[in-house]
């Protein structure tokens, strides 16, 4: 189980493991928290009260205090994974859904001709009609496109990233991606 980091102003931050998480609870380095509460970890006995040690993980929470980002780009990272996630696994050119092993990477402006590998000149296309663009633009190939590539906002990022997230943690992620977003669908 992994728990969203966000700073105080509620910028996703990070996915943490439980331990991350238990040890930010423990060092009171917790603001707030949202979610349902996901674990409870219990520790050894107290001598004073005799109860025993328990902190409560909540799916969310915010860190207090500048903490450095592992999340925070002006850009999110781009990988093939991400990319066919945002493109719904579908082909920009035939529309077609596929699994991951038919799905390819595609330039618009082939990098052969100065294209660059961006989220803004990459689509997803089957391995079909990549072949058949071969090493031209959409327009020469006379291939028009499906839909637009567009860079992902941080909350898409986060979604993006294909980690198992909860519906709370979802919720929380989706409310910030804008509606026009294929996330939304």
Request: net charge positive.
């Amino acid at each position: 189980m992994d728990v969203l980091q966000l700073d105080v102003s509620g910028r996703p931050q990070a996915w943490i493991s439980a331990r991350e998480a238990a040890v930010l609870v423990a060092c009171d380095a917790v603001a707030w928290t949202l979610g349902d509460a996901c674990a409870v970890l219990r520790g050894g006995m107290q001598r004073r009260t005799g109860l025993q040690s328990r902190i409560e993980l909540h799916s969310i929470l915010a860190v207090r205090g500048s903490v450095p980002s592992r999340a925070w780009r002006h850009m999110p990272a781009l990988s093939n994974f991400k990319l066919f996630v945002r493109d719904r696994h579908v082909c920009a050119y035939c529309g077609g859904q596929f699994s991951l092993d038919d799905l390819t990477r595609e330039h618009i402006q082939p990098t052969s001709r100065g294209g660059l590998d961006s989220w803004m000149n990459c689509i997803t296309a089957c391995r079909g009609c990549n072949g058949r663009k071969a090493n031209r633009t959409p327009e020469e190939a006379r291939m028009s496109l499906l839909y637009l590539p567009y860079v992902p906002s941080l909350h898409e990022d986060m979604i993006l990233r294909g980690r198992r997230i909860l519906a709370d943690q979802m919720e929380y992620l989706l409310a910030s991606v804008p509606r026009s977003s294929r996330l939304h669908g």
